[in-house]
């Protein structure tokens, strides 16, 4: 049987990987949409005509991973295409922060997201694909955003070079890195600090986010940037020192 596993898939982006993914990789079979809330994830397979199986684990933790790694191994799928999607994220001072906060977006961002990919690998083979969902924050060190900044940035870098890594195996990897994309993420993530208004402007449309980052891992890119003004951000971050651009902006 032949696999799309989706993280994150009760909501945001996670959601639109689930509904677009069968137009990109069109061998797959069924879809294992993962994440803690089941209700969610139900709603999401309802918009679905291919079957899903709803899988609640919290991929932060060991018992969450276990279930996954136990799935797996019982029922051995050929898996397509692995979307990592789960994540989360806080804005604020790190001092405001208390240690479960800021180290749960360590737990989920970076460890989930490395053991998730870790655990599928067996079962990917020539032609499948990795997305994992990095975000522009990768692209620059952003005080008031420090640790989820931090955590995108080896979402990026384990991506970057995992992508070298499986080309030998012809299994792709991409980095999605989006700006502000219209989701439920900054229901959560205002708790300390608001969105600035002139990210607001830039808000993407996560459908749209979505479906360039599946044209672009199925199309073998390995980085995939929505929009003119976050590819001009990922531009000036590459030209001006980030020593600079910090100074200027904080
Ligand atoms: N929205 C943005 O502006 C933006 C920009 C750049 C990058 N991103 C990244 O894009 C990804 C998707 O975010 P989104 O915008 O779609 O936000 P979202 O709607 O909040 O989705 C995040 C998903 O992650 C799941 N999740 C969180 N913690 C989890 C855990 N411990 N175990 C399992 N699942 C967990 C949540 O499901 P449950 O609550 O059911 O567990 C939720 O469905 C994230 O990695 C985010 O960092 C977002």
């Known amino acids: 049987m032949k696999i799309a596993l989706i993280t ?18 069109r061998k797959i079979d069924m879809l294992w949409l993962i994440g803690r809330n089941e209700k969610k994830l139900k709603k999401t ?5 291919m079957p899903c199986l ?10 969450g991973l276990e279930k996954i790694k136990n799935m797996l191994a019982k029922i051995s799928p050929e898996i397509v295409l692995l979307v990592n ?14 240690v479960c906060e800021s180290v749960s977006m360590c737990d989920i961002n970076c460890r989930g997201l490395t053991a998730m990919t870790s655990l599928c690998l067996p079962y990917m083979h020539k032609g499948a694909g990795i997305i994992n969902l990095a975000s522009a924050a990768a692209f620059l060190p952003q005080p008031y955003f420090s640790v989820y900044s931090a955590s995108k940035a080896y979402v990026y870098s384990f991506s970057r070079s995992l992508s ?15 700006g502000c994309v219209d989701t439920g993420f ?7 600090e608001k969105l600035k ?29 929505y929009g003119i003004p976050m590819k001009l951000f990922y531009l000036l971050c590459k030209l001006i020192p980030s020593e600079l651009i910090l100074r200027i902006l904080w």
């Open 8 to 25: 994150g898939a009760g909501s945001g982006m996670g959601r639109c990987f689930a509904l677009y993914a069968k137009k990109f990789y």
């Open 45 to 49: 397979a309802a918009c679905i005509s």
């Open 54 to 63: 709803c899988i609640s684990a919290d991929l932060s933790n060991d018992s």
């Open 85 to 98: 999607s789960a994540g989360s994220g806080l804005m604020g001072g790190f001092r405001q922060m208390t």
């Open 164 to 178: 070298r890594e499986l080309r030998k195996d012809g299994i792709r990897v991409c980095a999605v890195c989006p």
């Open 186 to 192: 900054f229901d959560g993530a205002q708790k300390y």
């Open 197 to 225: 208004p002139y990210k607001k402007v830039f808000m993407a449309k996560d459908s749209k986010v979505v479906k360039k980052a599946l044209k672009d891992a199925a199309g073998g890119r390995g980085v995939s940037v």
